[in-house]
């Protein structure tokens, strides 16, 4: 089955600053890559995901970028701010169009944005 | 946007007692519903894959005859614990899709 790897497991950044969360996945059939962020005690929250047919997307300060030929992809928030301090997890799934997704998630990142 | 509820958002048990969970699409009709554990500080594990009107698909190492799951409509899954015990203590959350997540279910077993 998909395995997924998830580093680093604890990220502190400065307010202001730029974080980066890796991942890997094992199939390279897995064809959809979400990325959840995660508050204490709450649902995870899909805040951007990316398709295998794409490289990079990006929705104001966040971006994730794909590669499938290494079978990684990453996350990128840019202008970090307080209130992004939780707990990000990457997904990975392949699922036939019409399916519901069934993801595997990596291992998570405690992402604190210090003020 | 489509919503998924769960209920109880919390449960404390006896050791040896059943909880029932259930999973509701509020606006949509889901023919699948994923079940996932998490234990604090780590990550969803799938438990189980519920679809309308047929038996659970469970993953590897997870006992269906403890976790028993029925998805007897598009609306409703539903996910009982039997016979619970201290170890089963975790969050439970439902899902019927990458977007929708149930807000969770926190059981403590005593």
């Known amino acids: 089955g998909e395995n997924v790897e998830q580093h680093p497991s604890t990220l502190s950044v400065q307010e202001g600053d730029s974080a980066v969360i890796k991942c890997t996945y094992s199939?390279?059939?897995?064809?959809?890559f979400p990325w959840y962020k995660q508050e204490l005690g709450k649902r995870p929250q899909l805040i951007i995901d990316?398709?295998?047919?794409?490289g990079e997307k990006k929705d104001q300060r966040i971006a994730v970028t794909l590669n499938k030929t290494a079978k990684h992809f990453s996350l990128h928030i840019t202008e970090t701010q307080p209130e992004d301090s939780a707990v990000y997890f990457c997904?990975?799934?392949?699922?036939?169009?019409?399916?519901?997704?069934?993801?595997?998630f990596g291992s998570g990142t405690q992402l604190t944005v210090l003020p | 946007g489509a919503v998924v509820s769960q209920h109880p958002s919390w449960v404390i048990c006896k050791s040896g007692t059943s909880v029932k969970i259930e999973c509701r699409s509020l606006?949509?009709?889901?023919?699948?519903m994923f079940w996932y554990r998490q234990f604090p500080k780590q990550s969803l594990m799938l438990m189980a894959t519920?679809?309308?009107?047929?038996?659970?698909?469970?993953e590897q190492g997870v006992e269906k005859d403890k976790f028993l799951i029925n998805h007897a409509s598009l609306t409703l899954s539903t996910l009982t614990v039997t016979s619970a015990h201290p170890e089963d203590s975790s969050f439970y959350i439902c899902?019927?899709?990458?977007?929708?997540f149930g807000p969770g279910t926190r059981l403590l077993v005593l």
């Open positions: 899902s019927a899709g990458a977007q929708y």
């Open positions: 199939d390279s059939a897995s064809n959809y």
């Open positions: 990316i398709r295998s047919n794409v």
């Open positions: 997904a990975a799934s392949k699922s036939s169009s019409g399916s519901a997704r069934q993801l595997t």
């Open positions: 606006d949509f009709q889901a023919t699948t």
């Open positions: 519920s679809n309308e009107g047929s038996k659970a698909t469970y």
